[in-house]
């Protein structure tokens, strides 16, 4: 994929970002015509969950062609299909998503998008390239770790008002940022609560 500016990354990101909700939608319905089960899957949610876990895609590329950073969506490309797999979802379901996603955008939009249903072509073929695990800066050793992995999960996967829910669950609760020593102070020398 590319990484350079087009002309039309712009005005293609802006449509997308107008359309998000009906693309979407229309990509959903394709799917579950082609493997109805398939929005079945508890970690999907049915036809809505399908539906706002591919606003998200869109939302993503929408971003990276803002940017003409393509690599930005393959790498929450990459994410998502971790997340997914973790959840009991073959990357081959991703793939077909994403193919999906890329005729609705192909066909819906002119051509000035085009680029957009290329990146989405390219992401569902790379599915295979990406190996291993993708390095995680959230340890689930540290204090709250778990939290901030499930917290981030859920944002990867569409669901802010659950990562926010389960957040505010915990302050609820008693989690209090303040529990962890401030690293030392470079004026007074001394460590502070956060």
Partial sequence: MSSDSQ???????????ASASGLAGLTAEAVCAQDPGFADHPAIGG??????KL???????ATALTHSRSQMFSDSI?????????????????AKTLRLLGST???KLPPEAKRAAEWLEHAANDLGVVEGEIPSHISLE???GRLAA????????????VAIDQVLAAVDDGLSPT?????????TGSTTSV
């Fill in 179 to 187: 529990s962890q020593p401030r690293p030392t102070s470079c004026r």
């Fill in 105 to 107: 955008v192909g066909s």
């Fill in 47 to 52: 036809l809505a969950g399908l539906q706002s």
């Fill in 142 to 144: 540290r204090p709250n």
């Fill in 55 to 61: 606003e998200t895609r869109l939302t993503y590329l």
């Fill in 7 to 17: 002309p039309g990354d712009q005005f293609a990101a802006s449509l997308i970002r």
């Fill in 150 to 161: 499930e917290y981030f999960l859920n944002l990867l996967e569409g669901n802010r008002r």
């Fill in 78 to 94: 990459a994410w998502t299909r971790l997340a997914w797999e973790a959840r009991g979802i073959p990357s081959e379901f991703l």
